[in-house]
């Protein structure tokens, strides 16, 4: 099966454990040609909420978005890590809540969606689509340094397929939980964890459409991430690294045409590093992002037929676009784009994304 295909907040790549479809490939096996989907949309849609969750703490941290705040209308930035009359630092919530008077609004709503699309090219395992995710998150503020709270998720995955035997479609649809936390370690650097577990439903039919079957699933998610911030004039250097470890167990299924498909497990480790610049412009901030990706966990990879097998890449990166903003009242927000395939072997999976936030 794919070892790994990565997407991107947050990517991808993994695979299937276990020999249980040692004898069969994409081609003939209808848990084979989901595989393949799964193996790009499950890293999709978990890096997708592992970096939403993230922002949403770097703004519930400092009471605004991706770590700034506002002090009236607008902020400024200096390289010395102190406050300025109008400058608030990363993440530094001891100054940037009470500056943005968010001190009295330790809640915090917000809802982000992310939508990508697919076409991974390699001959025999071809795939192209759409995968949807979306978080509503509501958190609060136990104290100027410490943050706790909860998402729900829905996720959509829609992915034409195209093996040996012919065109065929996967279709998943789920819904999940993930409960966070976020806290200042420093002025400088925080730390996020998070984690999420849902509940999926799969559709897959394979050889031109004639065979069909559907199952159902469960993933559960783990990330940590350490984020920095550091500022020369109005540009602005946000590192980070961290982690990510999944693992989506689907259940046993008979397709129509009486094959029988066993259980499989599929599981994801992942080291990520980089960061964003960006350059602070009153109430926004565009910038630049750049993360490097090893995936430290994958079985072998799934066999096509006639002797190939899938792409079996275990680094990647994703690259884009983005700009912070926020009003001087509660609200705060995000628009970003990302090419998340970076270095992956025929797989191009580009993604836009936008959150908006209230503080209560």
Avoid: C
Avoid at 104 to 125: H, R
Avoid at 144 to 154: A, E, K, S, T
Avoid at 183 to 200: E, H, I, K, M, V
Avoid at 317 to 330: I, M, N
């Amino acid at each position: 099966m794919l070892r790994k295909i990565t997407l991107g907040l947050m990517g991808l790549g993994m695979m299937v454990s276990g020999s249980a479809f040692a004898a069969s490939d994409v081609s003939n096996s209808g848990s084979g040609s989901a595989q393949v989907v799964t193996a790009i949309a499950a890293p999709i849609a978990s890096a997708q909420t592992a970096s939403l969750i993230s922002g949403a703490i770097g703004g519930a941290l400092s009471g605004g978005i991706g770590g700034f705040s506002p002090s009236g209308s607008t902020f400024s930035l200096t390289d010395s890590g102190n406050r300025a009359p109008n400058q608030t630092t990363y993440l530094n919530s001891r100054d940037t809540g009470r500056n943005a008077g968010a001190a009295d609004k330790p809640f915090g709503v917000w809802l982000q969606g992310a939508y990508s699309t697919i076409d991974n090219g390699q001959v025999g395992a071809a795939a192209d689509g759409t995968a949807i995710n979306t978080v509503l998150g509501l958190d609060y503020k136990l104290s100027d340094r410490l943050v706790i709270g909860v998402g729900g998720i829905y996720e959509n995955v829609d992915v034409d397929t195209n093996t040996l035997t012919g065109r065929g479609n996967v279709q998943s649809e789920g819904f999940g939980i993930a409960p966070y936390l976020g806290f200042q370690l420093t002025n400088r650097w925080s730390a996020s964890l998070s984690g999420a577990y849902s509940w999926l439903s799969y559709d897959a039919k394979r050889t031109n459409n004639t065979v069909s079957g559907s199952y159902d699933a469960t993933r559960w998610m783990l990330n940590g991430s350490l984020n920095g911030t550091y500022t020369s004039g109005k540009i602005v250097m946000m590192p980070q690294v961290g982690v990510m470890y999944l693992e989506e167990e689907a259940d046993a299924f008979t397709e129509s045409n009486g094959q029988v498909n066993a259980s499989n497990t599929i599981k994801l480790g992942r080291l990520y590093a980089g960061g964003k610049v960006g350059y602070a412009m009153g109430t926004m901030m565009p910038y630049f992002k750049l993360i490097g990706e090893y995936d430290f966990e994958h079985p072998d990879a799934l066999a096509i037929g006639n002797g190939t097998f899938t792409n079996d890449d275990d680094t990647g990166g994703k690259v884009g676009l983005g700009v912070d903003f926020f009003s001087a009242g509660p609200f705060s927000g995000n628009l970003e784009g990302t090419y998340d395939s970076l270095g992956r072997t025929d797989l191009d999976v580009w993604t836009i994304s936008g959150r908006v936030r209230m503080r209560f």
